[in-house]
């Protein structure tokens, strides 16, 4: 797929120092010649980051020109120190681009409690700044600027014409190694546009696509305290009738992203898609699956490609909601298992074999009580997983 | 320790064919001459096997006269005829004993959604019959006779004099593998006791005893369809002015059993003691306490040896309820490691070496905030439960 960013946005990503690798970018810079309008979803956790509050008291805004994000250090848990170095980080920006301090927002993910090297930083703002450009390439670096244990960059555009014949362009980077890396709980995205959004709508157009797509997604439970997804639009091509297409965009980019998260977690051998239909209302429907999505035992048994339905049903009846069971239906790849409060009989193998085989895994909940539904995504948990979380040294 | 039944109780534990192996129990009879005072705590689980929604009809109860255990099939999931089982092994005992069908409580565990060999568990209930007895190697059968995954019998006992010289028993038996193994996923407790109990009080010991200890371990997470503990109390011994003593004591049982159970937990190296304090309440503080014992990543950490305090700390931020973390300290054995939002200084290597060569990890969170608090254990996540739990195959 062809990346291409708005009319007027450049980025960079630089290596200054924070990875050990010198072949690994480290610093992102991503800048915009207009004023963009920017809104932002931040983690819920109320452990954060500091950039996380910098960024909270700026968004939703329709004055913003960049944004610079580090990896290798969250700056969270840094105390006051820790804010004044994303200042510094947002100031050098600002110096450089010849615009207020408050027009820059700042990401950063890595470990957590250990002050920032500024003079690395600060030192590959410049450098960022020298290297900016618009091609595919930049773009690639860019992503892998943000990048923590993830073993590949993560990418999405989507593009449609108006009637006018104008493009509408949407261009995402995001980072998140799935499963949650030691120290660098983070999932991080940068959505582009050049559609013309004013603040609220740009905030509210955002929360809808975050709440379907990277808050659908949950690999261990561990909420980061850096987790945040950006929307900057510079605003140059007027949406007219197309506010719906837009979104639907938006949209399918945030869960082509999330899904590209899931599917470079740590270990991961399955992702799975959950989709949870017939409950009262959609809240209910979320609740039960993220409460499949978490057990352990439900990941440990589709890591081995077990059709373990006990695991899932149980894991259900756990779930923190009210919901009648007595029409549940439960399907593996597309197979029923389960079914009125009894097993079904099926080919135990056959459906062992196609979990084994498939990458993906499909499990279907059925309750029969509504128009509720969500469709979510976990993976498997694999010894693999547990090796690099627990061997992992601070 | 000497594990003495309460007069005029006697127990069996055989072979009747539900496990493989001839050698290892698995159908235990506990049979009282008396009409005992039961209480019983159950799973919260919405999904919940057949024999719980038996005893949740009859306790508390002041003529129960048996309970009878298997293990390798947890009658969950079986529709009608898991509850026409369940009566009819209420029912073989109750012919055997000469009582009414709905003195006997029936537990059972093991894979879900499966028909009990009902040939097998009666020839057993007549094999148990002619087995019982009152030693400790009864007991300890007995014991065994209720073990999934388990790879010893828990038992534990306590007794005290009161002042009229007669002495009141107490003695516990356990299963639980800790890690909820797959499709096995119970704990179940049977506590026995000479002291004379009315059903409401003895409801009330119990819930309180189970609050302390059973409800503060969570090793997954993953709440069973089949949890129990029962209390049967034969009414010999009055306890005067020592009620209080006996509440003790009956906790510290039940934390006895608890412990047990997450040291004998699949691929545990580690068991961890979460003191969560400073709380405004108690509440406050067990939601902390099983936000953090259920993080992956906490876990792994433990499994590591690795004194990570930000997954501690950013599991804390994430837990449901609201506690200011301003002044919260966090030690881990017994060495302060962050404290008022920033990390302390402390020797990493020192507390790293305290975790590997210790199995108890100690971790006390103080938010300086009120009086509420909790003791709570888990265990680490190792490589080895995730190889246990995925490699099994339904």
Redesign the interface.
């Known amino acids: 797929m062809e990346h291409r960013l708005p009319e007027g946005v450049q980025v960079a990503g630089v290596h200054c120092g924070l990875k050990r690798n010198p072949q690994k970018p480290d610093l992102t810079l991503i800048v915009s010649h207009r004023e963009c309008t920017a809104a932002g979803v931040y983690t819920?956790?109320?452990?954060?980051g500091a950039p996380i509050g910098w960024n909270r008291a700026i968004t939703p805004s329709d004055r913003v020109r960049a944004v610079v994000i580090n990896s290798g250090n969250a700056n969270?848990?840094?105390?006051r120190r820790g804010q004044e170095d994303v200042r510094r980080m947002a100031q050098a920006v600002a110096q450089l681009l010849q615009c207020r301090t408050e027009q820059v927002l700042v990401l950063s993910t890595g470990?957590?409690?250990q002050f920032l090297p500024m003079e690395k930083i600060l030192r590959g703002i410049e450098q960022a700044w020298r290297s900016l450009g618009n091609t595919v390439s930049h773009v690639e670096r860019a992503a892998r600027g943000m990048m923590t244990t993830d073993t590949r960059p993560k990418l999405a555009s989507a593009h449609f014409t108006l009637d006018s014949s104008q493009e509408v362009l949407l261009c995402g980077l995001a980072k998140g190694a799935g499963m949650?890396a030691?120290?660098m709980?983070t999932m991080l995205a940068v959505l582009l546009t050049n559609a013309r959004l004013d603040p609220q709508q740009a905030q509210r157009l955002l929360q809808q696509a975050v709440d379907e797509s990277f808050n659908c997604l949950s690999i261990?439970?561990?909420?980061?305290?850096s987790d945040a997804v950006l929307l900057l639009a510079t605003g140059e091509v007027e949406l007219e009738h197309a506010q719906e297409r837009f979104a639907q965009s938006l949209q399918n980019l945030c869960v082509e992203l999330a899904q590209q998260i899931a599917d470079d977690g740590e270990g991961v051998t399955h992702v799975v898609q959950l989709d949870v239909q017939g409950c009262p209302n959609r809240q209910v429907a979320r609740a039960v699956a993220k409460t499949v999505a978490?057990?352990?035992?439900v990941k440990?048994?589709v890591?081995?490609a077990?059709?373990?339905?006990?695991?899932i049903?149980?894991?259900?009846?756990?779930a923190p909601v009210q919901v009648p069971?007595d029409r549940l239906v439960l399907e593996i790849n597309g197979v029923p298992i389960?079914a009125q409060?009894?097993?079904c009989s099926f080919d135990?193998q056959q459906v062992?074999q196609s979990m084994r085989h498939q990458r993906l895994v499909r499990i279907r909940l059925d309750f029969g009580s509504g128009e509720g539904q969500v469709r979510f995504w976990t993976t498997?948990?694999?010894?693999e997983?547990?090796?690099f979380?627990?061997?992992?040294?601070?």
């Open positions: 819920q956790n109320r452990v954060f969270a848990c840094t105390g470990i957590i409690g949650i030691p120290n709980a261990d439970g561990h909420t980061s305290t978490e057990s352990v035992l440990t048994a890591a081995g077990d059709p373990n339905w006990g695991r049903v149980s894991a259900v009846g756990y069971l389960y409060g009894k097993p135990v062992a498997d948990l694999t010894e997983y547990v090796r979380n627990s061997q992992y040294t601070t």
